[in-house]
C-alpha cells in the first residue's frame, strides 16, 4: 500500500491528486502511456474508487491526464508548438506554416540573476544553464530567444552538440535530462529593442520587437524554465479559437 505524502489537512482525493502529479514528474509513466486503472489506484493507496475518480478528474481538467474511450487515461503530451504560430507569422512563399530553423548561439553554466531564479524558484546563488537561440526562416533571424534552466536537472546540455539535435528543444529536455514540459504560462509585451537583440535580429535599434515571456512546469508544477522570445513587430499576429471561451 502507497501512502500519501502530502498535507494532511487537505481532502484525500486533493492528497491524491498531488500524489500522482509528482509521480508523472518523476516519470513513473511518461507521455502516451497510460495510468493504472481506477480499480488498481484504489487498491494500491486503499481509498475508495470515487475519491480516486475526483483526483483523476481533477488532473483531467488541467490537461495532465486525458481519457480515451474504451482504452483507459493516459498522459497527455503537450503540444507547444502552436505558440508560435498564435503570436507570430511563419509561412513559406506559398503560404504554408514553417517551423524556423534553431541555431544555438552559446550556452554557458552562470549564477543565477536574481531575476532568473526568482522566476525558476531557485537561491539567489543557484547555478543555471544560460542559452542563447536564434530562430531562422529562409537564413533570415525571426527571434532572438534567451534560455533560463536550473543547472541540476539540465546538466547534460552542457555535455552534449546541441546544434544535432532537432529544431525543439522540449523533446531533447525530454530524451536527454528525463525532464517534461507539462505545461506553461505566456505573457506577451511589447518593446523597442536594445542594441544587442538588435544586432541578432538584423534591425534598427529602438525598432518595435514583441516580446513572449514563458515560465515553463513539469507535470507537479515545478519550474523548469525561463525564457524571453523577442520578435519583430512586423510578424506579430495574434490569434485564438473563440470557439473554446466560454464568453
Not at 501512502?3 to 482525493?13: A, E, G, K, T
Not at 503570436?87 to 554557458?108: D, W
Not at 513539469?218 to 523577442?230: T, V
Request: with cysteine; glycine share 4%.
Amino acid at each position: 500500500m502507497n501512502r500519501l505524502s502530502s498535507d494532511v489537512r487537505l481532502p484525500l482525493y486533493q492528497r491524491l491528486r498531488d500524489q500522482l502529479a509528482e509521480q508523472i514528474a518523476n516519470n513513473r509513466w511518461r507521455p502516451g502511456e497510460a495510468i493504472p486503472t481506477e480499480a488498481a489506484l484504489s487498491s494500491e493507496y486503499c481509498l475508495s474508487t470515487g475519491t480516486v475518480r475526483k483526483a483523476i478528474d481533477m488532473l483531467v481538467n488541467e490537461n495532465i491526464l486525458e481519457r480515451q474511450q474504451g482504452r483507459g487515461t493516459f498522459i497527455r503530451r503537450p503540444q507547444f508548438q502552436s505558440s508560435l504560430f498564435r503570436f507570430f507569422r511563419f509561412q513559406s512563399a506559398s503560404g504554408e506554416r514553417q517551423v524556423p530553423e534553431s541555431r544555438i548561439l552559446s550556452i554557458e553554466a552562470v549564477t543565477a540573476p536574481s531575476a532568473v531564479s526568482h522566476a525558476l524558484g531557485l537561491p539567489l546563488d543557484a547555478q543555471v544553464i544560460r542559452l542563447i537561440r536564434l530562430r531562422l526562416l529562409d537564413a533570415q533571424p525571426v527571434l532572438a530567444e534567451e534560455i533560463w534552466l536550473p543547472q541540476v536537472q539540465f546538466q547534460t546540455l552542457l555535455e552534449i552538440d546541441l546544434s544535432r539535435q532537432g529544431p525543439l528543444l522540449y523533446p531533447i529536455y525530454e530524451e536527454q535530462c528525463g525532464q517534461v514540459v507539462a505545461y506553461a504560462e505566456e505573457t506577451l509585451t511589447a518593446e523597442a529593442i536594445n542594441e544587442t537583440h538588435a544586432r541578432l535580429l538584423q534591425v534598427p535599434v529602438n525598432s518595435p520587437v514583441v516580446v513572449i515571456e514563458r515560465l515553463a512546469r513539469n507535470y507537479a508544477g515545478q519550474p523548469l524554465e525561463w525564457r524571453r522570445s523577442r520578435g519583430h513587430a512586423s510578424h506579430f499576429r495574434y490569434s485564438v479559437d473563440l470557439s473554446l471561451i466560454h464568453i
